[in-house]
């Protein structure tokens, strides 16, 4: 038998997504930042991201094929509005019969990492999964990727390992009102918080230009 159960704990309950780190939701109009983010993701990073070396046409292709119609992108952005991390929430075709599923993928840049936005992204993605019907929440990643693993586990995920890969689930359970409400209110507050930013980068801009100098940047 070469499947191991690292914690099997079914069922198991999506942790909350806090409101601490906003998450917006993507549109195709975000695809050029989609892409920069990708491409500064180092070889080993990319490694862990995708399973495999990717080269940068295949991340072109990646990012030119994402489907926003079928799929939800989600994003979080620093300071200077960078999409420091993302998060691409595949839906997997329906088999009749069986649980509606989708895969979750995740990259944060070196900069942003240990702050929590891998664990609000995957909270917002387990919650919209809910939201829309989704019952089983999966990640397929290297078994030696501690740090992914380290969220899963922290999302109550069941880990499997096989052959050096480690495939992650959560069983998520139906929607409810509370978890509507805490869609919603995830997403007015990344709303805000991107608005506030943006107004902060512009007045930035603006006495940048009155001082002739770069003025400190807003935490
Ligand atoms: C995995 C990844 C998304 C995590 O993002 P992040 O924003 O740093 O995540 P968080 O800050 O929310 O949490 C990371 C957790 O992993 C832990 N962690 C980080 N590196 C670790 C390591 N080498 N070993 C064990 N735990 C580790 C952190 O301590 C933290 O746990 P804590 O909250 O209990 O302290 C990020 O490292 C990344 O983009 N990696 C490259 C791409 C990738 O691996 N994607 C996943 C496969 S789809």
């Known amino acids: 038998m070469h499947n191991k159960l690292a914690n099997n704990h079914l069922p198991s309950k999506p942790h909350a997504a806090g409101l601490v780190v906003p998450v917006r939701e993507l549109h195709a109009g975000h695809r050029d930042e989609i892409l920069r983010h990708l491409l500064l993701l180092n070889d080993e990073d990319r490694r862990l991201r995708f399973g495999t070396q990717t080269p940068d046409e295949v991340i072109q292709h990646y990012v030119e094929r994402l489907n926003f119609n079928r799929d939800t992108v989600f994003g979080s952005f620093d300071s200077q ?22 895969e979750f993928g995740v ?16 909270a917002r993605a387990s919650v919209h ?5 989704i019952e089983n929440l999966f990640v397929h990643c290297l078994a030696n990727n501690r740090a992914m693993m380290r969220l ?12 050096g890969d480690a495939d992650a689930y959560l069983k998520l359970p139906p929607a409810n009102p509370s978890s509507i409400v805490e869609e919603a209110a995830n997403a007015q507050w990344a709303n805000f918080d991107y608005v506030l930013k943006a107004n902060f980068k512009r007045s930035n801009k603006a006495w940048s230009w009155f ?6 940047r807003p935490i």
């Open 129 to 133: 999964s809910r939201n829309t019907r």
């Open 81 to 102: 509005l960078k999409l420091i991390g993302m998060a691409h929430l595949a839906y997997l075709p329906k088999i009749k019969g069986q649980a509606q599923s989708a």
């Open 107 to 122: 990259s944060v840049l070196p900069s942003g990492r240990g702050q929590g936005i891998g664990t609000a992204l995957l």
């Open 211 to 216: 001082l002739g100098k770069s003025v400190a």
């Open 152 to 163: 899963a586990q922290k999302a109550g995920m069941r880990v499997e390992y096989a052959y």
